[in-house]
């Protein structure tokens, strides 16, 4: 190749890209605009980890417990399986527990007050069946907070990559779609990560409070029928 024709390709301008470039659009984008980007990613990545464990540990604890209440109806001594499941965090047992310690307080005592015990009875149960759920539940405030935040936050740089445009005009005299539109790109681009955050997380959340309604359910069924045999041995005490 000559020198004449090394000048002309030296002189050519570069290909223009051929298709979205993230990492580009990142590395080009205003600090405050990466500050705003590089936030809703880190809050994608921990949604998709509650995602995760948040599965496994309700797939493990729907199985500990629907074992622990298979094994606890076919028990008649119920002491050392408490005692056993209560040390591997099975809820149903803390459950069963709350409501076999009132039930042994109320009955230490003589003469009994019956229907004074049942409601003591049930209201130790239903207490550690709401507080079980709110356990369980704690972690999806998060999911709550990215999926009604994210969106505004990602909003918010595109606010911002748009004012940065107008100024680009202003300082260079020019309405040029090559002058508006690096930050217009930037700015939507942003949006489309609050996006990328914001709908996993609601979905999720929806998704999850549904499932954490019906493990509750399942402890209030197991807690019912706990207490009706309790008071049937209250009939007999």
Do not use: C
Request: net charge neutral; no cysteine.
């Amino acid at each position: 190749m000559t020198p004449l024709a090394l000048l002309s390709a030296a002189a050519a301008p570069a290909p223009a890209p051929t298709r979205l470039d993230p990492i580009a659009l990142f590395l080009e984008a205003d600090i405050i605009v990466q500050a705003v980007m590089l936030g809703l990613v880190l809050a994608s990545i921990w949604v998709w980890m509650i995602i995760v464990s948040f599965s496994l540990r309700l797939a493990g604890l729907a199985r500990k417990s629907r074992d622990y209440e298979t094994e606890f109806w076919e028990q008649r001594d119920y002491e050392p399986l408490l005692a056993r499941q209560v040390r591997k965090e099975v809820p149903a047992a803390r459950v069963a527990a709350a409501g076999l310690e009132e039930w042994k307080q109320s009955t230490a005592r003589q003469p009994i007050d019956r229907e004074a015990a049942r409601q003591r009875i049930a209201a130790a149960m239903d207490s550690q069946v709401a507080e079980e759920a709110d356990a369980l539940a704690a972690r999806l405030n998060f999911l709550a907070t990215v999926g009604s935040v994210a969106p505004f936050v990602g909003l918010f740089g595109t606010v911002w990559g748009i004012m940065n445009s107008f100024f680009q005009i202003g300082a260079q005299q020019s309405a040029s779609l090559a002058v508006v539109a690096p930050g217009i790109a930037e700015a939507l681009f942003a949006t489309a990560i609050g996006l990328f955050a914001a709908i996993p997380a609601v979905i999720a959340y929806n998704r999850f409070g549904a499932a954490v309604d019906r493990y509750e359910a399942r402890l209030q069924r197991f807690a019912d029928k706990l207490h009706m045999g309790l008071s049937r041995e209250l009939d007999r005490a």
